[in-house]
C-alpha cells in the first residue's frame, strides 16, 4: 500500500479524505492540533531505531500537505501543546521545546534517561510551565518566560505512564504520576520539589485456583475524575479481574475495584493488560482491555461492570485509547480496523479497514523493543500460512502496520496515524457505516 491510497470501509463508500506518508507511529507517537493543523510525533521509518525520519511533523489538516519537520536524534515520544509551544521527549533523553508555527527549537535539555510520558502544565512558582519526567524520575520545567529548561530533581521510580493534573491541582503546583512497580505519587513542584506516596498497587491473588500472584507489571494510564483517581495498569497474566482501581486523590484509600460485567456464560472471561486511557461517559468509565474483543463499560461510582460490546475477533494486545467525541466513540485496533460504537444504543456504527496486516521483510531482520520486552524475530504470520484467522500478533511477535496510536477528532474529521506510517485523515460520524447495529452482550 502507498501513500495517497485509500482503503474502502465495510459494506460503505470511502470515507478516507487524504492518506499521507510522515513516518511510523506507535502507543507514543500522538496527535495535536494546532490552527488549521495537526502535529504528530513519528518513529521514523524504523521503530525504536534512530533514522533520518525521528521527529515532530506539522502538516496541513485539509491537505496532509507538510508545513514543517523537525527530525529528532531518536524516536521523537509523545508532544505536548503550552501556549504556542510544543515539548516532545525523545528516546535518548532530549526534551526539546518547539514553536508550533515554525517547528524552530527554542530549547534543548539532555536528560540522563529516554523520555517516553507526555508533559503537563502546571503553576510552578506562579507561572504556567511544562514539566516533564523522565523514565529515571528526573522532573524538568520549562518556562516559556525565558525559554529555558531546568531540572527541579529526581524523583525514585521507573516512568512510563503519562503524569495528570487537574485545573485545581495545577494551580497548587501538584501532578500525579506513577511508577512500573504501581507506586502512584503526588508531586509537588510550586516551589521546591516534593512528593509523597499516595498509594500502592500490590500484587493480588488470581480470580482463578493457583500457586501465582498476579505481579505488576507497569502503570498503564491515570484519569482524574473530581478527587477520585482512575488507575489502570499492566500485570504478569491474565485474570477474570479487570485491572483498573479508582483511589481516593486525598487520602490514597482504594474506592472501588472494577468487576467484570456478568454474562450468559459460564465460562470465566480472562482479561488482559489495561495500558490505554479509558474515557468517561454519562456516568461510565468505557474501555477495551488487552487480549479481548470488546468494549467494556463500568460504573463511575462503584466499578461494577454494565455492559459489553463485541468489536470484532481480535485477541491482541491494545494500544490506542478510544477517542469520545458526543455520545459516538472511535476505537483504533492493532489489527487496522477502526470502529465507530454509538454509546446510546450500544451499536457498532463503522469498521473501517485502514491498513492489512503484514510482515515485513527488513523489520522482520531487526530487533524491535516496546516498553517492556526486547521483541524476538518472529513474524506476524501470513494469513495462509497458518489455519488461524488474522487476529493479531502474539507476545514476541513485531507489529509492522495496524493501529497503535491514539486518533485525534476534529472539526468532523479523524486524524489517524498507523504502525506503517502513514497519517489519515477521515469523515468522522456514523454517514458511512456498514451493516446493522451489533447488539452488547
Same mark, same amino acid.
Given at each position: 500500500?502507498?501513500?495517497?491510497?485509500?482503503? &474502502?470501509?465495510?459494506?460503505?463508500?470511502?470515507?478516507?479524505?487524504?492518506?499521507?506518508?510522515?513516518? &511510523?507511529?506507535?502507543? &507514543?507517537?500522538?496527535?495535536?492540533?494546532?490552527?488549521?493543523?495537526?502535529? #504528530?510525533?513519528?518513529?521514523?521509518?524504523?521503530?525504536?531505531?534512530? =533514522?533520518?525520519? =525521528?521527529?515532530?511533523?506539522?502538516?496541513?489538516?485539509?491537505?496532509?500537505?507538510?508545513?514543517?519537520?523537525?527530525?529528532?536524534?531518536?524516536?521523537?515520544?509523545?508532544?505536548?501543546?503550552?501556549?504556542?509551544?510544543?515539548?516532545?521527549?525523545?528516546?535518548?533523553?532530549?526534551?526539546?521545546?518547539?514553536?508550533?508555527?515554525?517547528?524552530?527549537?527554542?530549547?534543548?535539555?539532555?536528560?540522563?534517561?529516554?523520555?517516553?510520558?507526555?508533559?503537563?502544565?502546571?503553576?510552578?512558582?506562579?507561572? /504556567?510551565?511544562?514539566?516533564?519526567?523522565?523514565?529515571?524520575? %528526573?522532573?524538568?520545567?520549562?518556562?516559556? %518566560?525565558?525559554?529555558?529548561?531546568?531540572?527541579?530533581?529526581?524523583?525514585?521510580?521507573?516512568?512510563?505512564?503519562?503524569?495528570?493534573?487537574?485545573?485545581?491541582?495545577?494551580?497548587?503546583?501538584?501532578? *500525579?504520576?506513577?511508577?512500573?512497580?504501581?507506586?502512584?505519587?503526588?508531586?509537588?513542584?510550586?516551589?521546591?520539589?516534593?512528593?509523597?506516596?499516595?498509594?500502592?498497587?500490590?500484587?493480588?491473588?488470581?480470580? *482463578?485456583?493457583?500457586?501465582?500472584?498476579?505481579?505488576?507489571?507497569?502503570?498503564?494510564?491515570?484519569?482524574?475524575?473530581?478527587?477520585?483517581?482512575?488507575?489502570?495498569?499492566?500485570?504478569?497474566?491474565?485474570?477474570?479481574?479487570?485491572?483498573?482501581?479508582?483511589?481516593?486523590?486525598?487520602?490514597?484509600?482504594?474506592?472501588? &475495584?472494577?468487576?467484570?460485567?456478568?454474562?450468559?456464560?459460564?465460562?470465566?472471561?480472562?482479561?488482559?493488560?489495561?495500558?490505554?486511557?479509558?474515557? *468517561?461517559?454519562?456516568?461510565?468509565?468505557?474501555?477495551?482491555?488487552?487480549?479481548?474483543?470488546?468494549?467494556?463499560?463500568?460504573? #463511575?461510582?462503584?466499578?461494577?461492570? #454494565?455492559?459489553?460490546?463485541? /468489536?470484532?475477533?481480535?485477541?491482541?494486545?491494545?494500544?490506542?485509547?478510544?477517542?469520545?467525541?458526543?455520545?459516538?466513540?472511535?476505537?483504533?485496533?492493532?489489527?487496522?480496523?477502526?470502529?465507530?460504537?454509538?454509546?446510546?444504543?450500544?451499536?457498532? /456504527?463503522?469498521?473501517?479497514?485502514? %491498513?492489512?496486516?503484514?510482515?515485513?521483510?527488513?523489520?522482520?531482520?531487526?530487533?524491535?523493543?516496546?516498553?517492556?520486552?526486547?521483541?524476538?524475530?518472529?513474524?506476524?504470520?501470513?494469513?495462509?500460512?497458518?489455519? /488461524?484467522?488474522?487476529?493479531?500478533?502474539?507476545?514476541?511477535?513485531?507489529?509492522?502496520?495496524?493501529?497503535?496510536?491514539?486518533?485525534?477528532?476534529?472539526?468532523?474529521?479523524?486524524?489517524?496515524?498507523?504502525?506503517?506510517?502513514?497519517?489519515?485523515?477521515?469523515?468522522?460520524?456514523?454517514?458511512?457505516?456498514?451493516?446493522?447495529?451489533?447488539?452488547?452482550?
Amino acid at each position: 500500500m502507498t501513500s495517497g491510497q485509500t482503503i &474502502r470501509s465495510i459494506k460503505g463508500s470511502d470515507p478516507v479524505v487524504w492518506r499521507q506518508r510522515v513516518g &511510523r507511529m506507535h502507543v &507514543r507517537n500522538n496527535i495535536l492540533a494546532w490552527k488549521d493543523t495537526v502535529i #504528530l510525533s513519528t518513529s521514523g521509518d524504523v521503530w525504536n531505531e534512530s =533514522d533520518e525520519k =525521528d521527529g515532530v511533523v506539522c502538516v496541513d489538516r485539509n491537505t496532509g500537505q507538510s508545513r514543517w519537520f523537525l527530525r529528532t536524534s531518536s524516536d521523537a515520544n509523545e508532544v505536548f501543546l503550552l501556549g504556542n509551544t510544543i515539548t516532545c521527549g525523545t528516546d535518548d533523553g532530549e526534551l526539546i521545546a518547539i514553536d508550533a508555527d515554525t517547528g524552530t527549537v527554542l530549547a534543548k535539555f539532555k536528560a540522563e534517561s529516554r523520555i517516553v510520558a507526555r508533559s503537563v502544565a502546571v503553576k510552578v512558582r506562579g507561572d /504556567l510551565t511544562a514539566v516533564a519526567i523522565s523514565v529515571a524520575g %528526573e522532573v524538568l520545567a520549562y518556562g516559556a %518566560e525565558n525559554k529555558t529548561f531546568r531540572s527541579l530533581g529526581k524523583i525514585p521510580g521507573d516512568f512510563r505512564a503519562n503524569p495528570v493534573t487537574s485545573g485545581a491541582l495545577s494551580e497548587r503546583g501538584l501532578l *500525579i504520576a506513577a511508577t512500573e512497580s504501581g507506586r502512584i505519587i503526588e508531586i509537588n513542584v510550586s516551589d521546591e520539589l516534593r512528593w509523597r506516596e499516595l498509594h500502592q498497587i500490590e500484587a493480588a491473588k488470581p480470580s *482463578i485456583k493457583a500457586n501465582y500472584l498476579l505481579n505488576l507489571r507497569g502503570a498503564g494510564s491515570l484519569v482524574i475524575e473530581g478527587d477520585m483517581l482512575i488507575v489502570s495498569y499492566a500485570r504478569v497474566t491474565m485474570d477474570e479481574t479487570p485491572p483498573i482501581r479508582a483511589i481516593s486523590l486525598i487520602t490514597g484509600a482504594v474506592i472501588w &475495584r472494577a468487576r467484570a460485567v456478568k454474562t450468559v456464560s459460564k465460562r470465566p472471561q480472562m482479561l488482559g493488560n489495561s495500558r490505554i486511557t479509558p474515557v *468517561i461517559w454519562n456516568g461510565q468509565l468505557i474501555t477495551t482491555l488487552g487480549y479481548s474483543d470488546s468494549l467494556y463499560s463500568f460504573s #463511575l461510582n462503584t466499578g461494577a461492570g #454494565l455492559w459489553k460490546l463485541r /468489536l470484532d475477533d481480535g485477541l491482541f494486545q491494545n494500544w490506542a485509547s478510544p477517542v469520545l467525541h458526543g455520545n459516538v466513540l472511535y476505537v483504533a485496533r492493532v489489527n487496522g480496523l477502526l470502529i465507530t460504537v454509538d454509546l446510546t444504543l450500544r451499536a457498532i /456504527l463503522r469498521s473501517l479497514s485502514l %491498513e492489512f496486516p503484514y510482515t515485513s521483510a527488513t523489520d522482520d531482520q531487526r530487533y524491535h523493543r516496546d516498553e517492556d520486552t526486547i521483541w524476538r524475530k518472529i513474524p506476524w504470520p501470513e494469513l495462509q500460512s497458518t489455519g /488461524l484467522s488474522y487476529s493479531g500478533p502474539a507476545a514476541g511477535q513485531p507489529l509492522t502496520a495496524g493501529l497503535a496510536s491514539t486518533p485525534l477528532c476534529l472539526d468532523g474529521h479523524l486524524y489517524v496515524g498507523t504502525v506503517s506510517g502513514d497519517l489519515c485523515a477521515i469523515i468522522a460520524g456514523a454517514r458511512h457505516h456498514g451493516g446493522g447495529p451489533s447488539s452488547p452482550e
